[in-house]
């Protein structure tokens, strides 16, 4: 059942975050045996380091403080929704098989590929998938605070808690093999919160739904990156539908979300003729980039981003 494929999941994550935060509290053990260090431009920030005259790491902070991140959720729903749907509600293969499919990179079974691919999708406002993801969030934010605490007489540690991947999305997909929601081995996986590449042909308002149903309060942080079409948000009407969805989304949890008013053939214009788009400027995660000065990889990267309409 899919109980005993999360039981399972949430065991292995359970392994590898004791294992992290065990090989944190030694670093940190080790770094404060040692002599202080000079206080970083963070530090200034802090509470403790400037009082003390110790920096962060050799304890100038009273809360060992360790950043955890929560990478490529949409990749990690859809997956979970596919084998749902595929394995257990359309018994269409059995675990054992779509794994078989999935060490094959799908080699001889593209048929299987398409039904995963058509599987329900996070970022369309599904209440069974955003259901799902909601669950699979809620009970790894309790394993964190289990594991953060754990240990007799084991120092606390304060998980920061992030959803994101910023760039990594793409190093960690050339390091991942095909996945039950029917991607192949190699390629990227999601991008910080946002829906998998192709699945938000909901609209912009759907996306923003799903996002909302997480427990987006148990988070300090979530990079959200929209390419929008500016067709769609043209003129007061369209200025003041996005600036609704917006707020909408903010006063339900909302973190925060990053906006590229650009097409995709402004976007295919640009690399084509960059002398006359010097002024192009796209968002990347939590900074923006002048987009001719980009890398044709990076470039390739913004275009691969859905460009949303306004519904």
Known sequence: SLDE???AFYAAYRRHLAAEVAA???????ARAAAPGLLAVDDLFLRG??????DKRHGGVEHLTMVTTFGSVATLIDSLAA????VFRQDRVSLPGLLAALRQDFAGAEALRQHCRRAPKFGCHDAR??????RVLGALHDILDEIAAAGPGAEAVLLFRSLETDTTHLSSGRQTGATPDGRHAGEPLSENSSPSRGVAGAGLTAILQSLSSLPLDRCHSGALNLRLSPAAFRGERGRRALADALWTYFEGGGLQAQLSMVDTATLRAAQACPEAH???MVRITGYSAAFVDMTPAAQDE???????AGH
């Open 302 to 308: 913004i275009i691969r981003r859905d460009e949303l």
């Open 49 to 54: 380091p400037s009082e003390r005259g110790c």
């Open 5 to 7: 494929v999360l039981s």
């Open 83 to 86: 084998i749902d749907e595929v």
């Open 129 to 134: 998938v955003d259901a799902l993801g909601a």
């Open 24 to 30: 944190f509290r030694e670093w940190c053990a080790a």
């Open 278 to 280: 010097r002024d192009l």
